[in-house]
């Protein structure tokens, strides 16, 4: 057992003022014990499915799978191949789980300022009892340690699920999945772990592997997706299972918001040169503009929320994309614009009661421009909470102070950690409190909300509001 040296700053994300700093440790006191709501993500429903699951070794657990933090040891020149990242045409990687260890803590200080950084100590602190600063002296003390602890019952991804006192976990899941872990949790009675519905694979005709993906689809609805009809018809019948398999929202990604009306003709010619390889220029953004406005009318029709997640360049270094893929940390956020985008969509669905869109963007310079004035008028929006490079205390802080005074609070969605690094779940939404608590103490010590207020617009922050805004009461 390693020796304690020291904690967690009990101030941290607090304002240095004395005031605004007392009065946020009394909001947050008032709901750091409140369940966790966790309704976008990315966690792999098989780690809880099967009961005897484990997470592997602390590499497979911090490194591999978290591109948060490989990406940064990239960018200092590091190889993926030596941090264990598996290679698209399987060429030699380091598969020595104590060597990338101790390259990852002669690093560790790269994550210095950084929500990684923040979130990693958070983790090993508070998870795992590690109270010394990792380093490059002893990483090997600390690597034995987690692997010793991973190997026991109290550190399995379900005993770990129900001592983060999560209420809710939703996953996200390609249009084509089976769900056969959803299903299994749900005969021993783990219904509140839920699916999501995505279909960028499908909806997105400029996807790698495009054609695959569609076969995939066609294998799970078990017929021939040859035409534009029989691909919508297959996207309503994988939505009706979802949502029987306890799925309360989709999910949808494309570069920009872009969304446009075509005819059932227009989408069908559209579909058909997908089918054969020969897509003009323009078709892929037309369609997937198209198929946002058609998710929205599913979405009227059987209840599902329906989210955007929009102003990202996926694979940007294609070096990297040729040998590992995607998700290797080479996404880099766009300039985009919403209102004018988003204007065939609303027109149709922006005044129904019966739609609910929730918006995530990358581009800040739109917050008070464009995405809290449409939140602060259209029923059907709600904004999403600072979203990948934002999730951080000043992209958190930037989101408060440029989104709330036009959108007011609760035309906000609340928080989701949009993680696959379980263990990361409650350091990263004890930061979205920490620092919802000190807004609102700076509200309350400069006189804009009452200090009783400021109990109740935490508590809509830390959990309210995610529960209303995807329909999880």
Known sequence: ?????????????FSPEPIQRQIAHQFFDSISALPLVCPHGHVDPALLANPAARFGSPTELFIIPDHYIFRMLYSRGIPLQALGIPTSDGSLIETDHRK?????????????????????????????????PLNSRNAGD?????????????FSPRALFKRFNIEVLC?????????????SLHQEGFTHIRPTFRPDAVVNLDTPGWRENLAKLESTVDWEISTYATFVQALEERRAFFKKMGATAIDQSAATPYTTHLSDQEAEAIFARALVGKLNPGDAQHFTGHMFVEMARMSVEDGLVMQMHC????????????????????DIPLQIEW???????????????????????????TYSRELAPLAGHYPAILLGPPWWFHDSVNGMERYFNQVMETAGLYNTAGFNDDTRAFVSIPARHTVWRRIACNWLAGLVTRGLVEEEEGYEMARALAYDLAR?????D
């Open 1 to 13: 057992m390693l020796t304690k040296k020291r904690s967690l700053s009990g101030d941290r994300c």
């Open 100 to 132: 990338i260890w101790q390259l990852f803590a002669e690093h560790f200080y790269l994550f210095r300022g950084t929500p990684s950084g923040l979130w990693l100590k958070d983790e090993l602190y508070n998870v795992f009892g590690v109270d010394e």
């Open 142 to 154: 600390i690597y034995d340690y987690l692997e010793e602890q991973l190997t026991l019952p109290e």
């Open 171 to 183: 996953t996200t899941d390609a249009a084509s999945d089976t769900l056969e872990h959803h299903q």
């Open 311 to 330: 102003g990202i360049t996926r694979n940007h270094n294609p070096a990297v994309f040729e040998q590992f893929g995607s998700d290797k940390g080479a």
């Open 339 to 365: 209102t004018e985008n988003l204007r065939p969509l609303l027109e149709v669905y922006g005044n129904n009661r019966n739609f609910h869109l929730i918006l995530f963007g990358l581009d800040e310079s």
């Open 468 to 472: 209303v805004a995807y329909k999880l």
